[in-house]
T-cell receptor, first 114, second 114 residues
Framework: QQPVQSPQAVILREGEDAVINCSSS?????VHWYRQKHGEAPVFLMI?????EQKGHDKISASFNEKKQQSSLYLTASQLSYSGTYFC???????????????FGTGTRLTIIP | NAGVTQTPKFQVLKTGQSMTLQCAQD?????MSWYRQDPGMGLRLIHY???????DQGEVPNGYNVSRSTTEDFPLRLLSAAPSQTSVYFC?????????????FGEGSWLTVV
């Protein structure tokens, strides 16, 4: 089943922070985060695996709460280059384990204005 | 670094025509897949392959055919194009199909069926 992302769209001023949420109705093993700019391919940001971990690089980080079956992506001190659509993809447990079972959300459109 | 290469980038087809979208990767990845992306729908898996000679159906396989004769190539064939197949198609690959493996996307192929 497709994960649900929220918000669907957000507009921020440069320097502000953003949180994008990804929720699933099924137990999760992994959460993938990607950013896609208009007319381009999705670009990998990070993967979080079962175990309730948190990851981050530069000013972009994410958390994975397996009990709540959700992940959040945090963008701090946003830059113009952060604009784009952010997708989460999830895989479940058991037979829903591998990348072939990766199911993507419908995306969150982030617009950063000067 | 070529990564995942797709051709053609843009294509217009008439209803009923057939065509092949080409995909090649130079990273020696075992796992390859095809997604389609439609407005508001996110990325949906069409077909995937976990190695040469092995293919399987994804979420939306109808009207498409694939084969994997080499590790590098994974072409997607549209058998008899329909307007419902107007979409952006992304080829993707990862080292293996396990959920901790990063998926790398090609630049996309924009297909219009009239």
């Amino acid at each position: 089943q497709q994960p649900v992302q929220s918000p669907q769209a957000v507009i921020l001023r440069e320097g502000e922070d953003a949180v994008i949420n990804c929720s699933s109705s099924k137990a999760l093993y992994s959460v993938h985060w990607y950013r896609q700019k208009h007319g381009e391919a999705p670009v990998f940001l990070m993967i979080l695996l079962k175990g309730g971990e948190q990851k981050g690089h530069d000013k972009i980080s994410a958390s994975f709460n397996e009990k709540k079956q959700q992940s959040s992506l945090y963008l701090t001190a946003s830059q113009l280059s952060y604009s784009g659509t952010y997708f989460c993809g999830t895989t479940g447990l058991g037979s829903n384990f591998g990348n072939e079972k990766l199911t993507f959300g419908t995306g969150t459109r982030l617009t950063i204005i000067p | 670094n070529a990564g995942v290469t797709q051709t053609p980038k843009f294509q217009v087809l008439k209803t009923g025509q057939s065509m092949t979208l080409q995909c090649a990767q130079d990273m020696n990845h075992e796992y390859m897949s095809w997604y389609r992306q439609d407005p508001g729908m996110g990325l949906r898996l069409i077909h995937y392959s976990v190695g040469a000679g092995i293919t399987d159906q994804g979420e939306v396989p109808n009207g498409y055919n694939v084969s994997r004769s080499t590790t590098e190539d994974f072409p997607l064939r549209l058998l008899s194009a329909a307007p419902s197949q107007t979409s952006v198609y992304f080829c993707a690959s990862s080292y293996a199909s396990g959920p901790g493996n990063t998926i790398y996307f090609g630049e996309g192929s924009w297909l219009t069926v009239v």
